[in-house]
């Protein structure tokens, strides 16, 4: 046996000898070829003593937990208020699809393959849910949400169920017994008291943010959730992004040193993206309530189809680029961060582009400060310029990017990193590692072809190796919470930070001053 082993060591070691002679034969071959094993080994050492530096060789085999796989057992039975862009939205990730946007992406899947949207949709989880009630106050979206609420995803196919009962009034809806839950994704001026009547009513609350239109608002919220025992969920769906949750961990590993600024962003450049949005030709005062859309808002005008529709750009029915954009980018942070509510917010900005009759800005700053925390977090958006520009927390030691993936670049006045950087093993022109949802988990960048290039995470994460919408998640990871009796991660604690967080940015712009946050009297000053 040792003869015959010893015979098959001496041919491998002839091999290796036979193709290094063939390559020393062709010396521009040869010379590449020991280069980039070369290359490849150096790497290699980078790559380990990096990761052994930050004791992050555990954590780039670990997994999220993904929760129960299996079909849970108690049904809930859902109501839906507001059934616009986002309600629709919310009920496909719960299985209610309308047939016409099964066909238009079917057609789309068609024509371009890498566009996965129906099979995203076709491999979502069954969380077990009846949608049995509806209510909108334009005709055509409750038509819409009841033909969705007949077509059920179940077990990968779309199948036809009994449907939901449509009602005209929110009210009405919440005195159904057969409503165990309520999801609520209406204009931001309806939020508070449609989500407080449905506390008191017993049923369970998914609000979409911004949580409310006023502090006061956010305050009344707050203690009537807390005095009941409903679960409540804040729709910021980007905290079932993995790359948030392994921010996290970074920053528990102290691998970025002493945070002290934080900037986020918000830049769009189309209609749309500035709440322009398509008017129906159908619609008018025939088909819309108009007097039940008004409801809470603070000033009555006549009808305005354009107030309906593009209720965002004014601060009577929304809460502008705070509470619709800045809410977003806020959460994160506070997920990120534990950061809480500021102690001074300072705003400005004005409507620089979009001379449409809005009365909220297009271009937007915030400053909100912790002093406490020896660290600020800096807000900018504009509505009329797509330059990405990113989420970056600054560190003494390096920085850190997130969106849909993560990245983390040593700084070159590092102290913790500074004689790795003066030996050559960290490259502070590369990203020190990057994290990417569905990949292998952390990896150290050791190539430019690694540079990180990411989206904001706001639409799709991977599980098991497959694409899931992150609304799904936040939705699954509620009605779990409901049934286990536990808190999801966007109850009414982070909702209220979120919420006061963004009014005081607001109130800073409309006041024209710096506001502080009083912890006592409860009220923005």
């Known amino acids: 046996m040792d003869e015959k082993k010893g015979r098959e060591e001496s041919k491998r070691a002839f091999g290796r000898r036979d193709v290094l002679k063939s390559l020393a034969s062709l010396p521009v071959a040869g010379a590449f070829f020991l280069s980039y094993v070369e290359k490849k080994r150096k790497e290699e050492r980078r790559r380990k003593e990096i990761l052994d530096e930050l004791g992050l060789e555990q954590a780039e085999a670990a997994e999220l937990p993904l929760g129960p796989r ?7 039975r859902l109501g839906i208020i507001g059934v616009g862009g986002r309600g629709e939205h919310l009920l496909r990730c719960l299985g209610f699809v309308h047939p016409d946007w099964v066909e238009s992406k079917r057609i789309q899947a068609e024509e371009n393959r890498l566009n996965q949207d129906l ?18 106050i334009y005709d055509p979206r409750a038509e819409r949400g009841l033909v ?12 036809s169920v009994s449907g939901a009962r449509r009602y005209s009034h929110y009210e009405e809806l919440l005195e159904s017994p057969d409503v165990d839950a309520v999801i609520i994704a209406t204009p931001d001026h309806w939020h508070a008291q449609m989500a407080i009547d449905a506390v008191a009513a017993g ?17 009344k919220l707050y203690e009537a959730v807390k005095a009941s025992r409903i679960i409540f969920q804040l729709g910021h769906q980007q905290r079932q992004q993995e790359s948030h949750q392994k921010a996290r961990f970074i920053v528990a590993k102290d691998i970025l040193g002493k945070i002290t600024l934080v900037q986020t962003t918000t830049n769009r450049n189309s209609p749309d993206g500035a709440w322009q949005y398509e008017i129906p030709a159908e619609a008018g005062p025939h088909n819309i309530d108009w007097e039940q859309f008004l409801g809470p808002a603070p000033h009555r005008v006549p009808f305005d189809v354009y107030r309906f529709f593009r209720w965002r750009c004014w601060f009577d029915y929304g809460t502008g680029l705070a509470g619709d954009l800045l809410s977003h980018e806020f959460d994160a942070v506070n997920q990120i961060l534990e950061l809480g509510i500021p102690r001074f917010a300072t705003a400005s900005g004005g409507i620089y582009f979009f001379k449409d009759g809005r009365d909220v800005p297009d271009v937007f ?69 990057t994290f990417r949802p569905g990949g292998r988990g952390i990896d150290t960048v050791t190539s430019a072809s690694e540079r990180y290039f990411a989206s904001r995470g706001l639409l799709y994460s991977y599980k098991d190796g497959k694409r899931v919408d992150i609304s799904h998640l936040h939705l699954k990871e509620w009605l779990e919470c409901i049934r286990e009796g536990r808190q999801p991660s966007c109850n009414i604690e982070r909702g209220f930070e979120e919420a006061i967080a963004c009014h005081m940015a607001t109130e800073s712009y409309l006041r024209g001053r710096r506001v502080e946050w009083d912890p006592v009297r409860r009220q923005i000053v």
């Open 119 to 136: 099979r995203t949709f076709l491999e979502q989880e069954d969380l077990n849910v009846a949608l049995t009630a509806v209510c909108d």
């Open 365 to 433: 700053h915030a400053t909100l400060e912790y002093p406490d925390r020896e660290l600020t977090l800096f807000y900018s958006a504009t509505l009329s310029s797509n330059r990405s520009r990113g989420r970056l927390f600054m560190g003494h030691d390096a920085s850190m990017e997130v969106g849909e993936t993560l990245v983390v670049t040593a700084d070159p006045e590092s102290t913790r990193y500074r004689e790795k950087y003066l030996s050559e093993v960290i490259d502070t022109s590369l990203p020190l590692f």
């Open 70 to 76: 299996k079909k849970p057992a108690e049904l809930i």
């Open 148 to 159: 969705a609420s007949q077509n059920a995803l179940r077990d990968g196919e779309v199948k």
């Open 203 to 219: 049923k369970h609350v998914y609000l979409e943010k911004c949580m409310t239109r006023t502090a006061e608002e956010a305050v």
